[in-house]
């Protein structure tokens, strides 16, 4: 079965450095997704992109938030500097329109 | 902008008896109903999914019901097995129109416990 895959599983970085989280969608799928997952917010949707225009990232806080789509096999979303509140589960999804197909997530924490 | 409420936050069965989670959603706009599986340390799975030109779908041992006149919608698990224990979401989105086309909005999630 095709995959989502995101890399890395599990970052541990000190406050204030940057950290990069990438994402392989499945091979076809036009939509990209980047979700947050905490136990206070539950899954929330910062950003996606579709046939790789950002089309909505008003879940981002800007000032330190960025996604991105160099080409139709790599996502990426960039925290600099991150802060403690961070700290949570990065999913990646992708799919045509819908349904839309999750990743296995990048854990995240900040110290 | 789309709310959905989920109800319970938890459910604790027997083996063998029947599960259902119920979601409301806000947006009568909203016309695509797709639930979500979650295990430790995996992303959420897809397990069904329902459009609103359909009231029910059935996949096995899992069906999903659509009241779009009430806007809620319901996941109903029968002969739960202890492998069925896991975080589930339900999730609404529109299929066409404006930006929000095609972003899903969760419910809060349902820790579902199935004990031998």
């Known amino acids: 079965d095709a995959r989502v895959t995101q890399t890395p599983r599990h970052k541990v970085t000190e406050m204030g450095q940057e950290v990069t989280m990438r994402c392989q969608p499945i091979l076809g799928h036009n939509t990209v997704f980047w979700y947050r997952q905490t136990m206070m917010q539950g899954l929330e949707l910062l950003a996606y992109f579709r046939n790789r225009a950002p089309l909505d990232d008003s879940g981002m806080p800007k000032d330190r938030f960025s996604a991105e789509m160099p080409d139709a096999t790599l996502a990426t979303l960039k925290i600099q500097p991150s802060e403690p509140r961070d700290s949570a589960v990065y999913f990646c999804a992708s799919g045509n329109y819908q349904p839309q197909h999750f990743g296995d997530g990048t854990r995240l924490s900040i110290l | 902008g789309e709310n959905v409420e989920q109800h319970p936050s938890t459910l604790s069965v027997q083996e063998g008896d029947s599960a259902v989670i119920k979601c409301t959603y806000s947006?009568?706009?909203?016309?695509?109903f797709p639930w979500y599986k979650q295990e430790l340390g995996k992303g959420p799975q897809l397990i069904i999914d329902?459009?609103?030109?359909?009231g029910e779908k059935k996949d096995q041992r899992i069906a999903v019901t659509l009241n779009k006149t009430a806007k809620h919608f319901s996941l109903h698990i029968t002969e739960t097995q202890p492998e069925d224990s896991a975080v589930y979401f339900c999730?609404?989105?529109?299929?066409?129109?404006?930006?929000?086309?095609?972003?899903?909005?969760f419910g809060q999630g349902t820790i579902l416990t199935v004990h031998p």
């Open positions: 947006d009568s706009a909203s016309n695509y």
């Open positions: 329902i459009r609103s030109n359909v």
């Open positions: 999730a609404a989105s529109r299929t066409a129109g404006g930006t929000s086309y095609g972003k899903l909005t």
